[in-house]
């Protein structure tokens, strides 16, 4: 028998719940939104209403501050949301039989919390309760009490630990000295944010680990440690006023998917020595702001940092970014740029909307890249954006998940651009020096100097008649004007790169046939995906490729329905083809039963059929 809905206790305000043997379980949303400040959970409720997944609890949204249950209670188990958004609840006395604890992400203003007796050991370190992630958000805790007969769990000079195992699961000190019986520190075990400070003495006899979440959501800025007993040491999320790798942790930056650094913000970072870098490993600062990187010790790896930039020793590499983008300058010394140095920033592993550290700023959005002055000469493939996003395309369409650049100034000097330099990167505004030998700025597209080659598009889209060449990306994210939104390409294009038209607002695209009959060729992703609003494409009467991946495809999720039409095809005399597979094979993206072809029916009048059973 469930307690009564709300409407059946409307009026109760000390949240009496009857102790009667019929009312075994307390419903989903029963004391939702009530005023009520305390609440007593007799021996005779057994178990809390599941919600099916909902977030939701029997107190969600209510006053509650108090919460006791019977010291007699038989409860061994709360569901996930047992206490969701109970934004008020200061109090929570669990009843000793419980193995399982809910979720205790939602009490920003839990002050006491009791551990009762029978709670399973691997409570906060494993995925198989629901407080794997501890006491995030409860940052007003400030009485913690474990049961005398506790079997699991002990609390020794402010540190909540793990028996048998010795894990430290959570410290109530301000500064922690980590015992030298610990050999685990779990998630989130400073997420109360008490602790300022974390001193690993270089005493220690036994292996320490630090799991990789261990500071999320911590208050901590300093870690001081010279014990060569640590076995890892991440320091995601955190926030560090300083930093020194342990020296003896030789592979910490090694690893194109390192997440050591994951979302942290660190003033100053010192690299020893001992520590290598590759050209494979730079990816370990895309998802962290790091303001600035000291070498030690003469034997140092070949790098040097200036500015917010990660450079080789002579400062000619610009090797990656880790301050943020409002900070870092480029050097003029620099002379080339590595390999995905613009990868999109903090979004290598998550997008920023997920950003789990709330002081680190983080954006997606470089307001001027200046590179006039310095040594460039060539930008090669995927300088700006990455590549295999293009195999993903839940990255495209979000602003939070590519890079933006509003002014883009191009180096004086720059001699060669590869058409593949910019890979789901939105430029709205780019410049060059009117001196430079190999490239120029028409009505805002970049071209090359012969004009045959749009490297970016101007927002006007106004594409010269000289193209023959659309770059990738060229006109990424970018609204045409209401004039625009009908595409009509020049004659000669007949080269179009991936992603050039993605998202662009377009409504008909008319690719004419190029004037020496040469083949127009499709990049292999997105050229003109994403635009939902397109209608009618008019493609060239020579054999085109429109790809044959249909999640990848040329019009990836445009309209439902787009009707294309050849130039060979005279609409007065010779409508359509006499075989299907003049269609399927220059629109391989679609199967037959998706291309539709308008055509008359015996009355004349004007009807749709599909291109299966136009032939059948």
């Known amino acids: 028998i469930h307690l009564p809905t709300k409407t059946m206790i409307t009026g109760t305000i000390r949240g009496n719940i009857p102790e009667d043997s019929r009312v075994t379980t307390l419903g989903t949303d029963a004391f939702a939104s009530l005023n009520i400040k305390s609440v007593y959970i007799p021996s005779n409720i057994t178990s809390f209403q599941d919600s099916q997944g909902s977030v939701t609890g029997p107190f969600a949204r209510s006053t509650v501050e108090n919460i006791t249950f019977a010291s007699n209670s038989k409860i061994t188990q709360l569901y996930k949301y047992a206490f969701e958004n109970c934004n008020n609840l200061k109090t929570l006395r669990l009843p000793d039989t419980l193995t399982i604890l809910p979720n205790l992400r939602s009490l920003p203003s839990l002050e006491s919390f009791y551990i009762p007796r029978d709670l399973n050991k691997d409570t906060f370190r494993t995925s198989s309760g629901f407080a794997d992630k501890g006491f995030m958000n409860t940052t007003q805790l400030k009485s913690l009490i474990v049961a005398p007969d506790c079997k699991n769990f002990v609390f020794e000079n402010g540190n909540l630990l793990e028996k048998g195992n010795n894990y430290l699961v959570l410290s109530m000190n301000e500064i922690c000295i980590i015992p030298d019986k610990v050999v685990n520190i779990v998630g989130y075990a400073f997420s109360t944010k008490v602790t300022k400070k974390v001193i690993v003495p270089s005493s220690r006899t036994l292996n320490l680990t630090f799991n990789a979440s261990?500071?999320?959501?911590?208050?901590?800025?300093?870690?001081?440690?010279?014990?060569?007993?640590?076995?890892?040491?991440?320091?995601?999320?955190?926030?560090?006023?300083?930093?020194?790798?342990?020296?003896?942790?030789?592979?910490?930056?090694?690893?194109?998917?390192?997440?050591?650094?994951?979302?942290?913000?660190?003033?100053?970072?010192?690299?020893?020595?001992?520590?290598?870098?590759?050209?494979?490993?730079?990816?370990?600062?895309?998802?962290?702001?790091?303001?600035?990187?000291?070498?030690?010790?003469?034997?140092?790896?070949?790098?040097?940092?200036?500015?917010?930039?990660?450079?080789?020793?002579?400062?000619?590499?610009?090797?990656?970014?880790?301050?943020?983008?409002?900070?870092?300058?480029?050097?003029?010394?620099?002379?080339?740029?590595?390999?995905?140095?613009?990868?999109?920033?903090?979004?290598?592993?998550?997008?920023?909307?997920?950003?789990?550290?709330?002081?680190?700023?983080i954006s997606n959005v470089i307001d001027t890249l200046d590179l006039s002055k310095t040594n460039i000469t060539s930008i090669s493939a995927s300088t700006f954006g990455i590549t295999n996003w293009l195999d993903n395309s839940s990255y495209l369409t979000d602003s939070n998940c590519y890079l933006t650049i509003n002014n883009l100034i191009l180096p004086d000097k720059l001699e060669t651009l590869s058409t593949e330099f910019n890979s789901c990167c939105k430029i709205n505004n780019v410049s060059i020096s009117s001196s430079n030998a190999n490239f120029k700025v028409v009505d805002g597209n970049l071209l090359s100097k012969d004009g045959t080659t749009l490297y970016i598009g101007g927002s006007d889209f106004n594409i010269p008649d000289s193209v023959t060449t659309i770059a990738n990306s060229a006109f990424f994210q970018k609204q045409a004007p209401d004039s625009k939104k009908d595409l009509v390409l020049p004659k000669n294009v007949n080269k179009i790169g991936n992603a050039a038209f993605l998202n662009c607002g377009l409504t008909s695209v008319y690719i004419p046939t190029t004037s020496g009959g040469v083949s127009t060729s499709f990049g292999s992703y997105y050229v003109f995906a994403y635009n939902k609003d397109l209608k009618f494409v008019r493609l060239p009467s020579n054999q085109i490729n429109c790809s044959a991946n249909s999640s990848t495809s040329v019009f990836y999720s445009c309209n439902d329905k787009i009707l294309f039409k050849f130039d060979d095809t005279d609409s007065k005399v010779k409508i359509y083809r006499s075989t299907k597979s003049y269609y399927t094979t220059r629109l391989t993206n679609l199967s037959s039963s998706n291309i539709y072809i308008t055509c008359l029916d015996a009355d004349s009048k004007v009807i749709e059929k599909t291109l299966d059973s136009f032939y059948a």
Not at 307 to 312: E, K, R
Request: aromatic share 14%; glycine share 4%.
């Open 214 to 361: 261990w500071g999320m959501y911590s208050e901590i800025s300093e870690i001081v440690t010279n014990s060569s007993m640590i076995t890892q040491l991440p320091v995601q999320g955190m926030n560090l006023d300083y930093f020194s790798i342990p020296s003896h942790l030789t592979s910490y930056l090694n690893g194109s998917s390192n997440n050591n650094f994951y979302y942290a913000h660190i003033k100053e970072l010192h690299i020893p020595s001992t520590i290598t870098i590759t050209n494979t490993d730079y990816n370990v600062f895309k998802t962290s702001q790091i303001d600035n990187i000291i070498f030690d010790g003469a034997n140092n790896t070949p790098y040097t940092f200036k500015d917010g930039c990660l450079l080789n020793t002579a400062g000619s590499t610009l090797n990656t970014i880790t301050s943020d983008f409002e900070s870092f300058k480029i050097p003029s010394t620099v002379a080339s740029i590595s390999y995905q140095t613009f990868t999109p920033y903090r979004t290598y592993y998550s997008d920023i909307t997920s950003n789990p550290n709330p002081k680190l700023k």
